[in-house]
C-alpha cells in the first residue's frame, strides 16, 4: 500500500520559515519524480516545485529563490524549505510522486499570517 504522509505545516508570520516533509512507503522512492504541490481556497492546485530521481529541480517562479525542495533517499523522504514567507503562500501543500503512477499525500495546511 503505497503511503505519503506530509508534515510540518502551521501557522507562520510573513517573512518566516517552514520545513515540509513527505515520507513515502510503498514505493521505488529512488525512481520516482517527487514534487510539491499547494491549493489555496478558491483556486486551482498547483505545482511549487519538483525533484527528480537524479536531483534535479524545478520551482514555480512566485517561490523561486525563497522554497528549496530535497530528497533523501535512504530516508525516503521529501522535504520543501520555505522560507520568507508571504501571505500568499497560504494553502494546503501536497505531496506528489510520479513515475508509472502518480500518488497523492493528504496534504498538510500552511498559513502565513500576522
Known amino acids: 500500500q503505497v503511503q505519503l504522509v506530509e508534515s510540518g505545516g502551521g501557522l507562520v508570520q510573513p517573512g518566516g520559515s517552514l520545513r515540509l516533509s513527505c515520507a513515502a512507503s510503498?514505493?521505488?522512492?529512488?525512481?520516482?519524480?517527487m514534487g510539491w504541490y499547494r491549493q489555496a481556497p478558491g483556486k486551482q492546485r498547483e505545482l511549487v516545485a519538483h525533484?527528480?530521481?537524479?536531483?534535479?529541480?524545478n520551482y514555480a517562479d512566485s517561490v523561486k529563490g525563497r522554497f528549496t525542495i530535497s530528497r533523501d533517499n535512504a530516508k525516503k523522504t521529501v522535504y520543501l524549505q520555505m522560507n520568507t514567507l508571504k501571505p500568499e503562500d497560504t494553502a494546503v501543500y501536497y505531496c506528489?510522486?510520479?513515475?508509472?503512477?502518480?500518488?497523492w499525500g493528504q496534504g498538510t495546511q500552511v498559513t502565513v499570517s500576522s
Open positions: 510503498g514505493i521505488a522512492f529512488n525512481f520516482y519524480v
Open positions: 506528489n510522486a510520479r513515475k508509472y503512477d502518480i500518488y
Open positions: 525533484i527528480t530521481a537524479i536531483g534535479t529541480t
